[in-house]
């Protein structure tokens, strides 16, 4: 089980810059996931949501999850690995750069790693914090999915 880490302020975390936060406990993609992802997006190629087709026409036999549901389950782990208790609002502020390295078969897991890169001071008692994620996926060498993340917490 993945331990939080806890910092009391801003500058606590930013202290950490250049070291991994944490890694997350391990998650299973489910088919349910899946087709609620595509419910959610509109995306509803036969590679995600039939697995009839799947286990006839595609490598693997099985359908993958989409390569923005990897993405999209980034917040859920990072909940998972900090809180900062002086933390009044948070807020995404984008991607710079983001890479789907890995396909994710329905049934398989995946996890974060995620390290601290940056940690700018912001107007209004904030402070925009860099993130490298690394979604894991379990049993391969290649990760699921890279992204530097950006966000702005204020306390």
Not at 13 to 32: H, K, L, N, P, Y
Not at 71 to 80: D, Y
Request: charged letters at 20%; a neutral charge.
């Amino acid at each position: 089980m993945t331990h939080q880490a806890v910092f009391e302020t801003l500058a606590d975390m930013a202290a950490r810059v250049g070291t991994v936060i944490g890694v997350s406990d391990w998650t299973a993609i489910t088919q349910e996931r899946i087709n609620l992802f595509a419910q959610a997006t509109g995306d509803f190629q036969w590679i995600h949501v039939d697995p009839e087709r799947a286990a006839r026409d595609f490598p693997g036999g099985k359908t993958i999850a989409h390569g923005f549901l990897s993405l999209s389950i980034i917040p859920e782990f990072m909940n998972q690995l900090f809180t900062v208790r002086s933390r009044k609002k948070g807020l995404n502020y984008g991607l710079n750069k983001v890479r789907f390295t890995a396909q994710v078969p329905c049934g398989s897991r995946i996890r974060l790693s995620m390290k601290l890169k940056e940690a700018v001071p912001m107007e209004g008692n904030g402070m925009r914090f860099t993130y490298d994620h690394t979604v894991e996926l379990e049993g391969s060498e290649r990760p699921a999915c890279v992204a530097e993340m950006i966000a702005i917490i204020y306390e």
